[in-house]
C-alpha cells in the first residue's frame, strides 16, 4: 500500500492530528476511486453516474448529494471535512477546480483506454501531461492540505502554490508511468512509455530495445518536469515551508516508484515479466 501516513506527515510535519486524519483519507479516497475506474467490476452507466455525482461534489450544490455508492457517499463526508478546516474558504474554489480537474482526466482517459487510438501514437506526450498531470490526484491533495495552514503566506501565495501542486503531479505521473507501464500496457491503459513506444513504430511490445528507449525518454522528461517544479518552488516564499513540503511530498512519490508498481509491491497485481519488485529499469535515485 501506499505510504499515505508518511505523505501527510511529509506535508503537515508535527502537531496537527486532523490535517493528517483528513490527507490520509482522500488518499486512500483517491486509491478507491482508482480502483474503481479500472477494476472492470462496474458497468459504463455505474461509472458514468459516478463521475457525476462526483462532479456535483465539487459545486455549490453539494450538499443534496447523498452519494449512490459507497465512493461517492465517503467523498461528500470528506468534503464536510475539509468544510471544517481553518482556511478552507481561502483554498475551496482552487481545490474544487483541481478535483473537476482530476475528475475530467480520469474520464478522458478511461475512454481512451477502452479503445486502441491511442495504440497508434496519435495523442502527442504534451497533450497527454496535460490531462495526467491532474489524473495522478496529486494536485487537489496538495492544495486541499493548504486548507490546514496558518501561514498568511501561503495564501498570498496560492496561484503560485497551486501551479506548483500541478507541476509536482506532471513529475509525478511521469515517475507513476515508468514504473506502471508493463502492468499498464496489458491492461490497455494509456501510459507516457506506452504512448512514446507506440509514437516510435513499434510493432510489437516484445521489442525490448525500443521499449527501453522510450522508458529512458520518459526518465529525462521526468527529471526536466521534476527540476521545474524545484525551479518554481525555489521562487515561493512561505514562512512555513509549504512549497518545500510540496517538492518533499513530489520526491517521495517518485522515489517509491523508482523502486516498484506500488500496486505490485501491495500484492494487488503481478509482477511485470523480466522485471523483479525493486528493479529501477535504467533509472536512477537522484531525481
Same mark, same amino acid.
Given at each position: 500500500?501506499?505510504?499515505?501516513?508518511?505523505?501527510?506527515?511529509?506535508?503537515?510535519?508535527?502537531?496537527?492530528?486532523?490535517?493528517?486524519?483528513?490527507?490520509?483519507?482522500?488518499?486512500?479516497?483517491?486509491?478507491?476511486?482508482?480502483?474503481?475506474?479500472?477494476?472492470?467490476?462496474? /458497468?459504463?452507466?455505474?461509472?458514468?453516474?459516478?463521475?457525476?455525482?462526483?462532479?456535483?461534489?465539487?459545486?455549490?450544490?453539494?450538499? /443534496?448529494?447523498?452519494?449512490?455508492?459507497?465512493?461517492?457517499?465517503?467523498?461528500?463526508?470528506?468534503?464536510?471535512?475539509?468544510?471544517?478546516?481553518?482556511?478552507?474558504?481561502?483554498? /475551496?474554489?482552487?481545490?474544487?477546480?483541481?478535483?473537476?480537474?482530476?475528475?475530467?482526466?480520469?474520464?478522458?482517459?478511461?475512454?481512451?483506454?477502452?479503445?486502441?487510438?491511442?495504440?497508434?501514437?496519435? %495523442?502527442?506526450?504534451?497533450?497527454?501531461?496535460?490531462?495526467?498531470?491532474?489524473?495522478?490526484? %496529486? =494536485?487537489?491533495?496538495?492544495?486541499?492540505?493548504?486548507?490546514?495552514?496558518?501561514?498568511? *503566506?501561503?495564501?498570498?501565495?496560492?496561484?503560485?502554490?497551486?501551479?506548483?501542486?500541478?507541476?509536482?503531479?506532471?513529475?509525478?505521473?511521469?515517475?507513476?508511468?515508468?514504473?506502471?507501464?508493463?502492468?499498464?500496457?496489458?491492461?490497455?491503459?494509456?501510459?507516457?512509455?506506452?504512448?512514446?513506444?507506440?509514437?516510435?513504430?513499434?510493432?510489437?511490445?516484445?521489442?525490448?530495445?525500443?521499449?527501453?528507449?522510450?522508458?529512458?525518454?520518459?526518465?529525462?522528461?521526468?527529471?526536466?518536469?521534476?527540476? *521545474?517544479?524545484?525551479?518554481?518552488?525555489?521562487?515561493?516564499?512561505?514562512?512555513?515551508?509549504?512549497?518545500?513540503?510540496?517538492?518533499?511530498?513530489?520526491?517521495?512519490?517518485?522515489?517509491?516508484?523508482?523502486?516498484?508498481?506500488?500496486?505490485?509491491?501491495?500484492?494487488?497485481?503481478?509482477? =511485470?515479466?523480466?522485471?523483479?519488485?525493486? /528493479?529501477?529499469?535504467?533509472?536512477? =535515485?537522484?531525481?
Amino acid at each position: 500500500m501506499f505510504p499515505v501516513g508518511l505523505t501527510a506527515a511529509l506535508q503537515h510535519g508535527q502537531g496537527r492530528p486532523a490535517a493528517h486524519r483528513v490527507q490520509s483519507a482522500l488518499m486512500l479516497w483517491a486509491i478507491a476511486f482508482d480502483d474503481l475506474l479500472d477494476s472492470g467490476r462496474s /458497468s459504463g452507466a455505474q461509472v458514468k453516474e459516478v463521475l457525476k455525482e462526483c462532479e456535483l461534489l465539487t459545486s455549490p450544490r453539494w450538499e /443534496s448529494v447523498a452519494g449512490s455508492v459507497e465512493v461517492t457517499r465517503a467523498l461528500r463526508h470528506l468534503r464536510v471535512e475539509l468544510c471544517l478546516a481553518p482556511r478552507w474558504a481561502d483554498v /475551496s474554489d482552487v481545490w474544487c477546480s483541481e478535483f473537476a480537474a482530476f475528475l475530467r482526466a480520469s474520464s478522458l482517459e478511461r475512454s481512451f483506454s477502452l479503445t486502441d487510438r491511442w495504440s497508434q501514437g496519435d %495523442l502527442l506526450l504534451d497533450l497527454y501531461l496535460e490531462h495526467a498531470q491532474h489524473s495522478i490526484a %496529486l =494536485p487537489w491533495l496538495l492544495v486541499g492540505g493548504m486548507a490546514f495552514e496558518q501561514d498568511p *503566506k501561503v495564501f498570498k501565495s496560492l496561484p503560485l502554490l497551486s501551479a506548483l501542486a500541478v507541476q509536482c503531479g506532471r513529475a509525478a505521473r511521469l515517475s507513476n508511468d515508468i514504473a506502471t507501464h508493463s502492468r499498464e500496457k496489458t491492461e490497455g491503459r494509456l501510459n507516457a512509455v506506452s504512448l512514446l513506444h507506440a509514437a516510435r513504430g513499434a510493432r510489437s511490445s516484445r521489442n525490448e530495445d525500443l521499449i527501453r528507449d522510450s522508458v529512458n525518454a520518459v526518465d529525462v522528461r521526468l527529471r526536466r518536469e521534476a527540476a *521545474k517544479a524545484r525551479e518554481l518552488a525555489a521562487s515561493i516564499s512561505t514562512d512555513s515551508g509549504t512549497e518545500d513540503r510540496f517538492i518533499d511530498v513530489m520526491t517521495l512519490g517518485i522515489e517509491i516508484y523508482a523502486r516498484s508498481d506500488f500496486r505490485v509491491m501491495a500484492g494487488d497485481a503481478l509482477p =511485470p515479466q523480466g522485471r523483479s519488485p525493486g /528493479s529501477r529499469e535504467a533509472r536512477t =535515485p537522484d531525481v
